[in-house]
């Protein structure tokens, strides 16, 4: 028994080539598909993150509460700062005696920051420079007791991120050198001669809470 030409050809194989651009679309529709479903990473917002402003209210418990603005990229940041020091509790309980009473007091710093992870949350290590000025007033002798002091730190901490916002916490640790002291007469006294400033220079620790929003 044999077959004709025309039936042979009823029965050929097709070619799979006459098939590639039909699967080659569908391969790349179904890629930008699945490239679409992928969520964003869960740190993809922290890449557009320039810095952040942040208040420290433990200080009030400490050395003062704090207000700053830190600036930065990623992974390394910078930030200046100002204290409010007479109001903290700790302040007044190691620079007051009796019969004394703070002037306004205040130090500004600087620091920069290295957090292990990107988006400027997580640990962080890094360091500070402060200049702290304080002024304390004795009524019954009539003086004020200026000093000022230079206080380097190393510091680490953590922070957590909500969104915009975040919570962090970290502790210091440095040297808080006297740089200059003096006393003088309050008006009406005259005894600021019989005082001499003494050199309080002091290894100095710290433990901060910031409240802070990014931009």
């Known amino acids: 028994m044999s077959f004709d030409s025309h039936s042979s050809r009823r029965f050929r194989k097709r070619n799979p080539l006459h098939a590639a651009p039909f699967l080659l679309a569908l391969t790349l529709f179904a890629g930008t598909a699945r490239a679409d479903d992928v969520p964003p990473p869960a740190n993809a917002a922290a890449g557009t993150r320039h810095g952040s402003a942040f208040v420290d209210p433990l200080g009030f418990l400490l ?18 700062y100002g204290r409010w020091f007479d109001s903290g509790l700790l302040s007044r309980s190691l620079f007051l005696k009796t019969n004394d009473k703070f002037a306004f007091s205040y130090g500004v710093g600087a ?75 309050l008006p009406g006294g005259s005894s600021a001669k019989n005082f001499v400033a003494a050199n309080e220079s002091s290894i100095y620790g710290q433990a901060s809470l910031e409240l802070g929003v990014f931009f």
Do not use: K
């Not at 050395?63 to 200046?80: C, D, H, S």
């Open 63 to 80: 050395f003062g509460p704090r207000i700053g603005v830190e600036v930065g990229t990623g992974q390394m940041t910078g930030a200046l």
């Open 111 to 185: 620091r920069g920051r290295y957090y292990l992870a990107d988006g400027m949350e997580g640990i962080s290590v890094g360091g500070a420079l402060e200049y702290l000025r304080t002024r304390v007033e004795n009524n019954v002798d009539l003086t004020a007791a200026i000093s000022t002091y230079v206080i380097p730190c190393a510091e680490a901490g953590y922070r957590m991120s909500f969104g915009q916002f975040y919570a962090g916490v970290s502790a210091a640790l440095g040297y808080a050198f006297r740089a200059s002291g003096t006393i003088e007469n």
